[in-house]
């Protein structure tokens, strides 16, 4: 790549996303075999994964349920006949030499997902060319120090779901945000955990670009190895520079997959990419095709529970939230459902949300949790909230308290009383602390008098020191202007 830096508004980006997504079933997809993950390696196989002679393969009806389940939530078309297909490759994570997965007739089809596009300041929608059902491959653990590699075929036969998009993403940020979308309508499914460290969920990327106004698309490249959904961002960006800069030196980019490397924040080429022709799909023989009644969809759709974007919907007209805060609450189930059940103790909706998506975030953030990993209750958040409406506690304390409370479990209302960090209250208690306190800074009292209303902020805060911060600040104010002649 050349040290120069192209003109972004030279060309356009063409992006299209395929997102794998392992079910959470109890059994693999074709076979009896469990799915629970972290097992001993190889110890969670039969001969039908490993495609044994004479083995045959049942299809999961758990999976098949929970794939239409996933179709049916990205508003896909569900096909009324189900095939499945033979695609052939060798690889040594794969030992049958081919995978069960769909072709020509996937599940579903013509879906899509809306997003908030930044660029455009307005909803955006992504189509969903196909979500389809097949098998996964095991993993291949590659040990350079000692020249060779070994494999684990307990991952293989694993339900997964593969949903591509059509070419609709025009930047690495719409890309993240259609990733933070669909991850969101996924959990709300529970069909998967969606655990990117453990393999639930992987994307790989296609993206080419083109000069601004051509309608034909440029070289396709495949990204692969983008282990988050930053990643994925970060490394659309660097492809992005990387093409431009090759047509800009009129260089020629090459059809292929490349791999993402994380540390190095650089592609570099794996293979030149495969076309359909290459797998030599043809129907699978050990599986039937067959008809799925429109009952049985109907049974499934019905039993949606309510997505995201109805979700934040409804926060917005029973909350009174902006789109803004009930978008970002509802991002997470787990978020969305602690909102919710603090909603239900406390009115003021708004200051809750302003605690989530604040110091609660934030504090969650530093420490490389999740709101999963949350030990202050919604009770115990509101018990705080209403310490600060009764003139308990500051909102300083109330800070403080919080980020207590998260690290250690200890309710906030127990910290405090431990503590004492009840603020002051007593007037009379106040009076005398006031009048010391003017009593030692004459010329800030002297100052005030004399029209210089800045010197006010240095007596409260004398009187805070003096109560070591205990003090409530209002009454402070009011009680040194009384004892000021205001």
Request: proline letters at 4%; glycine letters at 6%; charged letters at 30%.
């Amino acid at each position: 790549m050349t040290g120069h830096e192209p003109r972004a508004t030279k060309y356009e980006t063409v992006i299209g996303l395929e997102v794998h997504l392992q079910l959470k079933t109890g059994t693999k997809v074709f076979c009896g075999c469990s799915t629970k993950f972290g097992q001993r390696p190889n110890s969670q196989t039969c001969p039908v994964c490993l495609g044994l002679p004479g083995s045959l393969p049942v299809l999961n009806g758990e999976a098949f349920h929970s794939a239409v389940k996933v179709a049916l939530a990205l508003n896909c078309t569900v096909q009324s006949m189900i095939k499945f297909d033979r695609k052939n490759y060798y690889y040594p994570d794969l030992p049958k030499n081919f995978q069960i997965s769909q072709y020509d007739m996937p599940l579903s089809y013509d879906g899509f997902v809306d997003i908030f596009s930044e660029a455009d300041k307005a909803r955006k929608r992504i189509r969903i060319k196909r979500v389809h059902l097949e098998e996964d491959a095991g993993k291949l653990i590659h040990a350079p120090e000692d020249n060779c590699s070994f494999v684990d075929y307990n991952r293989t036969g694993m339900p997964l779901l593969e949903i591509v998009t059509e070419p609709d993403i025009g930047t690495p940020q719409e890309a993240y945000d259609y990733l933070t979308r669909l991850k969101a309508i996924l959990e709300y499914l529970r069909v998967s955990d969606c655990d990117m460290e453990k393999g639930s969920l992987r994307c790989d990327a296609n993206i080419s670009v083109r000069r601004s106004g051509e309608k034909k698309l440029g070289t396709k490249v495949e990204l692969k190895n983008m282990n988050t959904f930053k990643g994925v961002k970060v490394g659309l960006e660097y492809e992005t520079k990387r093409q431009v800069s090759l047509v800009e030196d009129a260089q020629v980019i090459r059809q292929e997959t490349r791999l993402w490397d994380a540390d190095k924040a650089i592609t570099s080429s794996m293979r030149t990419k495969e076309e359909a022709m290459d797998y030599r799909y043809f129907p699978e023989p050990d599986l039937v095709p067959f008809t799925v009644d429109t009952a049985v969809i109907d049974r499934i759709r019905a039993s949606l529970p309510e997505l995201p974007e109805a979700k934040a919907n409804r926060f917005m007209k029973d909350f009174g939230l902006s789109e803004y805060d009930a978008n970002v609450i509802t991002g997470q189930l787990e978020l969305a459902d602690y909102f919710e059940a603090c909603a239900a103790r406390y009115d003021n909706r708004k200051t809750i949300a302003n605690w989530i998506m604040g110091d609660i975030t934030a504090y969650l953030n530093t420490a490389d949790l999740s709101i999963h990993d949350m030990k202050v209750t919604p009770d115990g958040l509101i018990g705080l909230l209403k310490m600060i409406d009764s003139g308990k506690i500051s909102g300083k304390m109330a800070k403080e308290v919080m980020v207590e409370a998260i690290g250690t479990g200890d309710a906030p209302a127990d910290i405090v009383a431990k503590k004492g960090l009840a603020q002051i209250s007593d007037s009379a208690r106040l009076e005398e602390v006031v009048r010391a306190v003017i009593a030692r800074n004459v010329k800030s009292a002297s100052d005030y008098k004399g029209g210089k209303k800045a010197a006010l902020a240095h007596l409260v805060g004398q009187v805070m020191k003096e109560t070591k911060g205990a003090a409530n600040p209002a009454m402070v104010n009011d009680i040194l202007k009384k004892n000021l002649g205001e």
